[in-house]
């Protein structure tokens, strides 16, 4: 079954530092990968998705991540945040059935002036 | 567009009370999924359905059932509530294939006293 781990549970950065937050999947084949991002008392909203090709994509709000398959990862990377970016950030694979989308547990971001 | 559409926001249940949490999507999506958001665990998947009158379930189904009459409407419903379905409510709508955007709803705040 796929699974999807995010280590860090709680970031704290400062506005205009670089930010990196790790996603690490478990998957037989090659997996579908996203990055959501939840403000508070709000729904998900995608900042960015990677099936295959280039392994640098590129999403919403001058996010990016890295998809590496030899390390099973999917992290997420801003050059510079802005206290705007202070949220919840999800990792998520997609089953190859298509249907099934799994979660990860989470990171939440908060930057400090 | 509205999009994705849940209600009630927030609702409060006695233990054993029953009812139904509406969703409801404008974009024709086929896919919709329920989820439940924990502190520390992330979104877990309830049920989903790919199409209507078409239904699965997730990696935590109990207590709860669904059914898709229309391609608009997804509802979830709680036969028997317990403390522990105590959570935030999402529902989610995508187009079918791989790889696709899911769009969400604002959140149901449940609380089972």
């Known amino acids: 079954a796929q699974s999807v781990t995010q280590p860090d549970i709680h970031i704290t950065v400062s506005e205009g530092a670089s930010l990196e937050l790790r996603c690490n999947y478990s998957?037989?084949?090659?997996?579908?990968l996203f990055w959501y991002v939840q403000s508070p008392g709000q729904g998900l909203q995608l900042l960015l998705k990677?099936?295959?090709?280039?392994?640098l994509v590129q999403g919403i709000k001058c996010f990016e991540a890295e998809f590496k398959r030899s390390q099973s990862s999917f992290n997420l990377r801003k050059p510079s945040v802005h206290w705007s970016d202070a949220a919840e950030y999800f990792c998520?694979?997609?089953?190859?059935?298509?249907?099934?989308?799994?979660f990860g547990t989470g990171t939440k971001l908060q930057v400090i002036p | 567009n509205a999009g994705v559409t849940q209600t009630p926001k927030f609702q409060v249940l006695k233990t054993g009370q029953s009812m139904t949490l509406q969703c409801a999507q404008d974009?024709?999506?086929?896919?919709m999924s329920w989820y439940r958001q924990d502190p520390g665990m992330g979104l877990r998947l309830i049920h989903y359905s790919v199409g209507a009158g078409i239904t699965d379930q997730g990696e935590v189904p109990n207590g709860y059932n669904v059914s898709r009459s229309t391609t608009e409407d997804f509802p979830l419903r709680l036969l028997s509530a317990a403390p522990s379905q105590t959570s935030v409510y999402f529902c989610?709508?995508?187009?079918?294939?791989?790889?696709?955007?899911?769009?969400f709803g604002q959140g149901t705040r449940l609380t089972v006293v």
């Open positions: 990677y099936f295959s090709g280039d392994t």
């Open positions: 998520a694979v997609e089953s190859g059935g298509y249907q099934k989308v799994t």
């Open positions: 989610a709508s995508r187009v079918r294939g791989p790889n696709t955007e899911a769009f």
């Open positions: 998957y037989g084949a090659t997996p579908y």
């Open positions: 974009m024709n999506h086929e896919y």
